[in-house]
């Protein structure tokens, strides 16, 4: 019921904005047109509430389990081995990218595609909650963790970590697959903003599991993923009987599927990146974000866990994080993105997240606190999802296939888990010195912030050359 309420918010609204004073009238008018379908026609319609249902159940889920994944890991393994875990999440990606290419050049039709990784998931976190219930001590006490129990935190970080990346990355390229440029400046705001309406409740969730406990809550996102697979499903079913009727068959949607008949090698999609300079900017703006937001979470999370000293407190902990970054991120979304974007421009909106990630560095640096750090990352957050977030996916709309699964899929992947690894080796190597996270922490993440600010002006204007010239990138 929610979404065709948004939806029509732009039509109550056009009655009042008149009337509101000054400058907020344009703003107030833009930001809820900025959700009328009315330029879709109904099979597209049909299509993005069902997309858009999807990511709001994925990242829903995902905000769910992931202060979980803390609070598991935290009492079976221990926070301070939280920088090998990144580590070792690279190392699990590797075969898991290669996997996941190797089913997309063997899985004509994406439905398939979908339903065989939401299966994957669905069974291991199926796995873990009963694992969970078969453990005989109560979870969330702190205590010498036995080494069945510490495999299984092992097992819970790196499925939680590897969700994340393969899920989200594979909903994104499936969408900007089926969408052209007229329709991504449309959905996409709007699909930002249910992201975090999910997140928000999948995060409030996560504050109760002292009242649901973990196995439950791990089982209700099993049963989740298979229902965001389904619902995708029938998504791309309406998605194909609009092209069977020849409806606004648009230039990008038929490059698609002529790039689809040609196979490619499993490693395309690192050509791609290392060959066509585009692509290889999309990396860096991407993926450096990373590796600062690694370094601010584990200063946060070391602080934090001198605070509150059981899996369950660290756990509810990291849930009101969630809240607090994802109802700043709503919050965001629904008043600044769609009106910063048609204002200022895809290039605006790719720069403004370096600079205000190193206004945040800066900040933290300066007052060192468990609460500036909690507000330092709220901040990072928010604009990574709301503002980076979408314009960061609408660089795929000029792009050819291979770009938007393959190549995207090292970069979703391998990309942003390699700089959290960066991020974590960082913070190894300077986790037995609080101040010495801090200030040595900060100069280099101020260093790639850097590079990524360079990046991002440079992407900005090749984006809009491609625009005003009609070209894809192959």
Not at 179 to 206: C, H, K, M, N
Not at 451 to 467: C, N, S, T
Request: glycine share 8%; charged share 15%.
């Amino acid at each position: 019921q929610l979404l065709p309420w948004m939806l029509s918010l732009s039509e109550e609204h056009r009655k009042f904005v008149p009337d509101a004073p000054g400058r907020l009238a344009p703003i107030i008018t833009d930001m809820f047109s900025g959700f009328s379908f009315a330029e879709l026609d109904g099979h597209q319609q049909r299509m993005y509430a069902l997309v858009i249902t999807v990511f709001t159940l994925t990242l829903g889920g995902y905000w769910l389990i992931r202060p979980m994944k803390m609070g598991v890991f935290a009492t079976f393994v221990g926070v301070e081995n939280e920088p090998q875990a990144k580590l070792g999440t690279l190392v699990i990606l590797v075969p898991l990218l290669f996997a996941y290419n190797k089913l997309y050049s063997l899985i004509e039709d994406p439905r398939t595609l979908v339903a065989s990784v939401a299966g994957v998931y669905s069974c291991i976190f199926m796995f873990i909650a009963v694992s969970l219930i078969s453990e005989s001590e109560t979870i969330g006490e702190p205590d010498t963790a036995t080494q069945r129990r510490a495999y299984l935190g092992w097992i819970t970080y790196w499925a939680i970590e590897s969700f994340a990346s393969v899920t989200v990355a594979m909903m994104w390229s499936i969408t900007a697959s089926v969408s052209d440029a007229t329709a991504a400046r449309i959905v996409y705001p709007a699909i930002v903003v249910f992201e975090q309406l999910g997140a928000v409740g999948g995060a409030t969730l996560a504050t109760f599991t002292e009242t649901f406990g973990f196995p439950v809550l791990f089982a209700l996102q099993g049963v989740n993923v298979l229902l965001c697979a389904v619902l995708m499903r029938f998504a791309l079913g309406i998605h194909e009987k609009r092209m069977s009727f020849g409806r606004a068959l648009d230039r990008n949607s038929a490059k698609i599927d002529r790039d689809r008949g040609e196979p490619t090698g499993l490693l395309e999609g690192l050509r791609l990146v290392a060959t066509r300079p585009y692509v290889l900017a999309v990396l860096i703006v991407s993926t450096f974000a990373e590796i600062v937001f690694t370094i601010m979470d584990f200063q946060m999370k070391m602080v934090a866990k001198s605070v509150y000293t059981s899996g369950t407190e660290f756990s509810s902990f990291m849930g009101h994080f969630g809240q607090a970054a994802n109802i700043t991120s709503l919050l965001l979304a629904v008043f600044g993105t769609q009106s910063i974007m048609k204002r200022c421009g895809l290039k605006v909106c790719l720069l403004a997240y370096p600079v205000c990630v190193g206004i945040v560095i800066v900040c933290a640096a300066s007052f060192t606190n468990l609460w500036m750090l909690f507000g330092g990352m709220v901040a990072i957050k928010a604009l990574g999802y709301a503002l980076n977030g979408p314009a960061r996916e609408m660089l795929y709309i000029r792009t050819s296939s291979d770009i938007k699964f393959k190549a995207k899929s090292w970069i979703d992947m391998f990309g942003t888990r390699g700089c959290k690894a960066i991020g974590s080796v960082v913070n190894s190597s300077l986790r037995h010195s609080t101040e010495a996270l801090m200030s040595q922490g900060s100069l280099y993440s101020g260093g790639f912030v850097l590079v990524w600010g360079i990046a991002a002006l440079r992407l900005g204007r090749m984006h809009r050359d491609y625009e005003l010239r009609d070209k894809y990138v192959e």
